[in-house]
């Protein structure tokens, strides 16, 4: 391993990330926000079976109620887990096709959550030996086959519980700029950590998560997913998460909370990893915001040259 290496004590981030800050007072679920584009509901009825809308909506809400007893994420309240967001983000077309044409191609899904993203990059095509998904908690993974009514036999793609800033699940590496010196795993199925994929993912995806920290963890963040990745041209991490078009703090937005959102713009999210994560002229790293809901979304991808 390089020694070009980062650690930092996370068990006290680690105990507030297992803490629901507002247990006892979250905001109440709220039918209301459910709504299906017909895309969605094309794609959920094909995966669960269920055809009649009313029956489809019944069945989701009583996922959502168990999973936000799990974690009362907002996300989870305004069942964002039912959007397709992996499919409308600009570097989509690019992850499919590394499927299609990169011998022994992986894609991670990074905060997976229920797993809809990584199961619609299946269904569009991704190899399903080559996909894997990851997330802190392993009762919203478990959620997802509920929701979905699959199991890990009929929807084999490899989910991986674990903390992004524990070296035992992710060992801290720098980018990697020739091949790793160990091969990748054969079997995606055997793992227990995501350690031996360093510098052998083709593609990451990382949607609603970097803005559930400050601007220093991102770094840290961006730090550690870059050690996963493979130095092959065309490699690439993107995703989705929470930005404003210009670098500063977003104001709470769920009652009951003090939480400032630290957000990134395009200028400041592409420096990020344009020299202090990637060396300068390794990578190409794109950006644009967006609004949704009212919301600032930074829409983002990172290509090895």
Known sequence: MSSEMWYSDSTQLRQLRNADPLAGKRPQLDPSFYNLEEDEADFFKTQTGIEDDEELKEHILAVQAKAY???GYPCIRRFAFLSLKISRLPAYPAVLQLGRERKGAILLDLGCCFGNDIRKAVVDGFPVEGAIASDLRQGFWDAGHELFKSTPASCPIKFIAGD?????HIYRH?????APGLSCPSD???????TPLLGHISAVHVSAFFHLFDEEKQLEIAKIVAGLLSPEPGS?????????????LREPSIPGSTFRMFCHSPQSWCELW???VFRKGTVKAEARVVLIENLYMLE???TKL
């Open 69 to 71: 007893k799990i974690y």
């Open 164 to 168: 992004v800033f524990d070296p035992a």
């Open 174 to 178: 720098s980018p990697f700029y020739e």
């Open 188 to 194: 995606l199925q055997q793992l227990t950590s995501l």
């Open 236 to 248: 690439i991490i993107f995703g989705a998460h929470g930005g404003l078009p210009e670098k500063g």
């Open 274 to 276: 344009e020299g202090q």
């Open 300 to 302: 983002w991808s990172v």
